[in-house]
């Protein structure tokens, strides 16, 4: 799968338009999107109960500008968070995005705002667990641009078709001299009509 810079741009625009409602300090969504992007954010509103931090799936819609069709984003953060040691310290969660591209197709992307993935320049194996159930390999690749806080995991449709039914996703992702760490992701109000 060979992505354009360019595309890396948008995908990563529209991955924080669709989390802007968690992340204040992630800056204007507006002046981070391509001039002339059409841009939808449909969120699910359902309040949590006092006291809870449920984070739910947002979802949302830019026009590809070389098709003029729509990149459609589903993205959920995680429930915990992890802190690494210095440079990258401090609590952050990691996040959870479903694309699909009217170019590239659809993907499963995971990444983290700082910090190395430990990913190799092949592909690597990363073990994702849906409940209850025995953990599941899923193999994951770097992206063209060598992004170390992102990882493209393979099988979209292997994932989603186990994400349909899920309350709980666990991913366990290797990062440079911190070891593998867990990210759990409350899928449980996912919409897979997006």
Known sequence: MSTPWWVWGLMVAAGVMALSSYDKTSGDPEQAAEPGSVIQEV????????????PSWNYSVVTDQMSSKEIRFAAIQSTNTVSFDFPYQGE???????????????????FVKKGQINIGYRETAVLI????????RFSAYEPDDHDR??????????????????????????????????????????LDTW
């Open 129 to 136: 667990r849906f409940d209850d159930e025995p953990a599941m």
């Open 92 to 110: 952050q969660q990691g996040t959870l995005q479903l694309r699909r591209h009217p170019r590239y197709g659809n993907d499963v992307i995971f």
């Open 43 to 54: 969120t699910n509103t359902a309040a949590p109960a006092v006291g809870t931090y449920t």
């Open 149 to 190: 806080t992102t990882i493209f995991i393979d099988g979209f449709g292997r994932f989603t078709k186990k994400l349909k039914s899920a309350s709980v996703v666990r991913i366990e992702v290797p990062f440079y001299q911190a070891g593998n760490r867990v990210f759990e992701f409350n899928a449980s109000k996912y």
